[in-house]
């Protein structure tokens, strides 16, 4: 099946590639980009006509948090910084269930759909009593979705009768977290290009696991070849957690347990040193940066250009529900546009340079070649804007006008070559039943 999205008002290429006449799809991936007026190479099945259309790499997040969608404004954990913050909804999650687990990792992936988003990472460390296997419920549930997915095996083991900051009740021993890691990598981790489903092991941030833990999970990992992801440098709180628990900072703490290594990716990553960042960059560690959850909870501004500078790959996340409190990757692009300004000033950060965090950044982050640029060859993953609401009205440049007027939903998104959005719908999924579903459970999970 070979589809021609033709014509489109814009289309965000590689630098130097003209893609005005547009893209052909070949069943999952790109088989060609179009210089504006060439026709295809081989005839094509079907014909797109993009005219009205902006196209976009599917958008790429690589931090949630699927369960927080259902403690959003949660009157508990209101105005509060990250400590608080975390102890004042650690005792809710508590008592999320399967069902729990489930609709809310639906909804948060229609959600992302619907931004444009097209792979989607989740970091998972709540395994209530009741619910064990909770990854296994994610994998089903993401599975109905059509979002291609990397499901995080997270894990909390140092509760706060060993000096930790969860309560017992929401923590693990360390030989089931490690069996359960080694179950869900061989049962559903997929290694190859244009995978649907990976997995990473990603213990929850260092004041909520142990060292041995931190040691044992990388091991794991580059048993079985599977990437590594973690909470670091959110807080100055963790700096000085890390400095009375470990006697070290964080980064200093990273690399004492074998994890300031490529295959490691970490959200936040706001309060490092210069000598840190350098450190970073040379290991080639990648950081995602979260705008929105770093401005709810007044935790700083992460360096993204320095980074990217020192050789980080530089990711975007939503980061979870409870601290954001949406899932919506584009306005996130829109977030670290304006973050970026405030830090580094107007003509240093491009609606270009916002966007590259959440294509080629986030798919260097995860490790992948197979997602985040138009390319020939790449997964046929796209998000394709229309310009036609009022907010847009009268803008001079497409790609530009995207991010600066603030789009918020995409028309068409399609994932290794499928339709999973058109004409702003979900093209499987009722959302308002799956909304009220939704509703429902986050009611339960407070009464
Ligand atoms: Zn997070």
Redesign the pocket.
Known sequence: MRTWLRNPLAVLTPEGVDGRGGIVIEDDHIAEVLPAGAQPNRPVDERFDATDLVVLPGLINT???FYQTLTRACPAALNKELFAWLQSLYPIWAGLDADMIHVATRLAAAELLLSGCTTAVD?HYIFPVAVPEALDVQVEAIRTMGIRAVLTRGSMSLGEDQGGLPPRNTIQDEETILADCERVVGRYHQPDNGAMLQIALAPCSPFSVTEELMRETARLARKYGVRLHS?LGETRDEDEFCLATFGVRPVDYLERVGWLKSDVWL??GIHFTDAEIDRLGRAGVGICH?PS?NMVLGSGICRTRELEAAGCPVGLGV??SA?NDCSNLIQEVRQALLIGRLRYGAAAVSHLDALRLATTGSAACLGRADIGTIEPGKQADLALFTLDAPRFSGAGNPLAALVLCGAHRAAHVLVAGTWQVRDGSLVNTDLTTLQAEHAAAAQRLFS
Do not use: E, F, Y
Request: glycine share 8%.
């Open positions: 931090h949630h948090h970091h909470h959200a936040h979260c959850s980061d979870g601290s």
